[in-house]
């Protein structure tokens, strides 16, 4: 995957953090823009 022109956030989306907790995730996703790029999970988010 080309990463040059998405963000990427090295975070686990699906750690108990995140899950007992999503909204300050949920906002800092739509700062980084419309596509994010998590790589411990693989995963690229349309936000």
């Given at each position: ?8 956030w ?24 419309p ?11 349309d936000?």
């Amino acid at each position: 995957m080309d990463n040059s022109s998405t963000p990427t956030w090295d975070i686990d989306f699906y750690s108990d953090a995140v899950i007992k907790d999503p909204f300050p995730v949920y906002e800092r996703l739509r700062g980084l823009g419309p596509f994010v790029y998590l790589p411990q999970n693989e995963l690229v988010l349309d936000i």
